[in-house]
């Protein structure tokens, strides 16, 4: 099992910047890939970015160069530094968790936090 608790969402205006975190009940370096998805209104969840046990990145084409996810092993936490900040960013943001190894064993499992609401107003 993973817990995640998300936290840094707000109210900013057009232009800032916020920084989300993810705190994990397991050490993120067993957990294959974490990640940030959004959900606004009316549209389904989509991927913003994503980080693996490796390091590898993978952004998607709306925020890239404007976003960064990076990650801090040692307090099992993932952060996005979102910069630039559009008012089409706005949207619940949602840490995921996607498979894990524990005692050896890998678990392809799906892992949600309970989201993060990010306003930017024009």
């Known amino acids: 099992q993973v817990q995640l608790v998300e936290s840094g969402g707000g109210l900013v205006q057009a232009g800032g910047s916020l920084r989300l975190s993810c705190t994990a009940s397991?050490?993120?370096?067993?957990?294959?890939?974490m990640g940030w998805y959004r959900q606004a209104p009316g549209k389904q969840r989509d991927l913003v970015a994503q980080i693996s046990s490796g390091g590898s990145t993978n952004y998607a084409d709306s925020v890239k160069g404007r976003f960064t996810i990076s990650r801090d092993n040692a307090k099992s936490t993932v952060y996005l530094q979102m910069n630039s900040l559009k008012p089409e960013d706005t949207a619940v943001y949602y840490c995921n968790a996607n498979g894990y190894v524990s005692g050896g064993v890998y678990y392809a499992r799906d892992y949600w936090g309970q989201g993060t609401q990010v306003t930017v107003s024009s």
């Open positions: 397991r050490s993120i370096s067993s957990i294959n890939v």
